[in-house]
């Protein structure tokens, strides 16, 4: 059984972590550097750093503050936010990151998927989907990807895009719920698993985590209970950030509920 993996997220702003609701209300959560020490003393399996305003502010990622975090974690480091080139993923990866997310770049010409793939491989692809429920309430779920930190509604079926996503080269999907985000109302699981379904990629469930059982439940196998996800792995935030659980406790209890975790 293939170990699922335990994420903590950081999602950056002018140099510090923050956290919101639903991708506004955005309030400080601390330090990058601090924190991504702490969860890697912790036990994560990886890190992803996110530059949540490079994209709608145009401005490049904070490289000095990746090279800061690179400096203090020993695990795969994923870096997102404002990658619109190669170039611009040449230079995540020389200040320290393992892989790279893209969201609204991809979204705007598609192909860079496949430029980035063919420099780095698959493997360094991360396709990020900002994903909200579409459609009048008791119509069939359909989810649209958002652009620009999610403020732009682009129309585009979150699932049809995952696919063409794979097909062009992201190796991995990082499957954001804005429905779900900082609510703790738990994983939007519906969704994770039509992207699951629909794809032969890892999908990285992320948005909503509240409760140990949610985190357990989202990266749960199908005939595990009605709360299921089989997500291969969980993002996790304001959980950790503000000191609600650390990353040992959440993989105590995934395992205690079923989970294959790494230790």
């Given at each position: 059984?293939?170990?699922?993996?335990?994420?903590?997220?950081?999602?950056?702003?002018?140099g510090?972590?923050?956290?919101?609701?639903?991708?506004?209300?955005?309030?400080?959560?601390?330090?990058?550097a601090?924190?991504?020490?702490?969860y890697?003393?912790?036990?994560?399996?990886?890190?992803?750093?996110?530059?949540?305003?490079?994209?709608y502010?145009?401005?490049?990622?904070?490289l000095?503050?990746?090279?800061?975090?690179?400096?203090e974690?020993?695990?795969?480091?994923?870096?997102?936010?404002?990658i619109?080139?190669v170039e611009?993923m040449?230079d995540?990866?020389?200040?320290g990151?393992?892989k790279?997310?893209v969201c609204?770049?991809?979204l705007q010409?598609?192909?860079?998927?496949s430029?980035?793939?063919?420099a780095?491989?698959?493997?360094?692809?991360?396709?990020?989907?900002?994903?909200?429920?579409?459609g009048?309430?008791?119509?069939p779920?359909?989810w649209?990807?958002?652009?620009?930190?999610?403020?732009?509604?682009?129309?585009?079926?979150a699932?049809?895009?995952?696919?063409r996503a794979v097909?062009?080269?992201?190796?991995?999907?990082?499957?954001?719920?804005?429905?779900a985000?900082?609510?703790?109302?738990?994983?939007?699981l519906?969704?994770?698993?039509?992207?699951?379904?629909?794809?032969p990629?890892?999908?990285?469930?992320s948005g909503?985590?509240?409760n140990?059982?949610?985190?357990?439940?989202?990266?749960?196998?199908?005939?595990?209970?009605e709360?299921?996800?089989?997500?291969?792995?969980?993002?996790?935030?304001?959980?950790?950030h503000y000191?609600?659980?650390?990353?040992?406790?959440?993989k105590?209890?995934?395992?205690?509920?079923?989970?294959c975790?790494?230790?």
């Amino acid at each position: 059984m293939q170990a699922k993996r335990i994420i903590p997220c950081l999602d950056v702003d002018d140099g510090r972590v923050v956290k919101g609701v639903k991708f506004k209300a955005i309030q400080d959560a601390g330090n990058p550097a601090e924190l991504a020490r702490r969860y890697n003393d912790q036990g994560a399996d990886e890190l992803t750093f996110l530059d949540i305003g490079a994209s709608y502010k145009s401005r490049a990622t904070l490289l000095e503050v990746v090279k800061q975090i690179a400096a203090e974690v020993f695990i795969p480091l994923c870096v997102g936010g404002g990658i619109r080139t190669v170039e611009d993923m040449r230079d995540a990866m020389n200040a320290g990151a393992d892989k790279v997310s893209v969201c609204t770049a991809a979204l705007q010409r598609p192909g860079l998927l496949s430029e980035m793939a063919r420099a780095y491989g698959s493997q360094c692809v991360v396709l990020s989907i900002d994903a909200a429920r579409a459609g009048p309430p008791g119509a069939p779920p359909r989810w649209h990807a958002y652009s620009h930190g999610g403020r732009t509604d682009t129309g585009l079926d979150a699932v049809e895009w995952a696919v063409r996503a794979v097909e062009l080269g992201a190796g991995e999907i990082l499957l954001n719920s804005i429905d779900a985000d900082g609510t703790g109302a738990g994983y939007d699981l519906e969704l994770t698993r039509r992207i699951l379904d629909a794809v032969p990629a890892p999908v990285i469930a992320s948005g909503g985590a509240g409760n140990l059982d949610q985190i357990a439940g989202v990266l749960l196998p199908p005939g595990a209970g009605e709360d299921w996800g089989n997500a291969d792995a969980a993002l996790v935030a304001s959980m950790l950030h503000y000191g609600k659980t650390t990353v040992g406790e959440i993989k105590k209890h995934a395992q205690s509920k079923g989970v294959c975790v790494r230790w």
